[in-house]
């Protein structure tokens, strides 16, 4: 870990160092540092690296176990903001409002994804299965 950390401390822009450190943080049964250092590796990723997909899932679980999920949805947000054009940060969003009341900010992010992205599959069928939970058809 102490290796991982100076990796990370070296190129403190490399997302996938921080999610290296996090993967073992987490293995080491240190929760709350592995959550932290894996929502770097997120907000730092440029959207070019599959693992760093792997990072926004562990983010999402993570939380969930520590029982802080409303953190994958805030980090999700302020991807929102940081990288509006960027229709997986409104995806992640969609994905992260999974309660009945967050239902209208989770439609309204999926219809940013169309906008961005009238092809998006995943979208389209997210949308799909919010509406049918709320019995609307359409």
């Keep these: 870990i102490q290796a991982l950390h100076r990796a990370a401390e070296r190129n403190p822009a490399d997302p ?42 562990a983010v999402q679980a993570w939380a969930e176990r520590l029982d802080v999920p409303e953190e994958a949805a805030e980090l999700a947000r302020a991807l929102t903001r940081d990288r509006a054009g960027d229709p997986r940060a409104w995806l992640r ?33 997210l949308r799909a299965e919010r509406l049918a939970a709320l019995g609307r058809y359409e």
């Design 16 to 57: 996938l160092a921080h999610w290296a450190l996090a993967e073992r943080l987490w293995e080491a049964d240190r929760g709350r540092e592995a959550l932290d250092r894996a929502k770097l590796a997120v907000r730092l990723d440029p959207g070019i690296d599959p693992r760093a997909e792997t990072a926004w899932l």
């Design 93 to 125: 969003l969609a994905r992260c409002l999974t309660e009945p009341g967050q239902t209208p900010e989770a439609l309204a992010a999926l219809d940013r994804v169309v906008e961005l992205d009238p092809k998006s599959v995943e979208a389209h069928d």
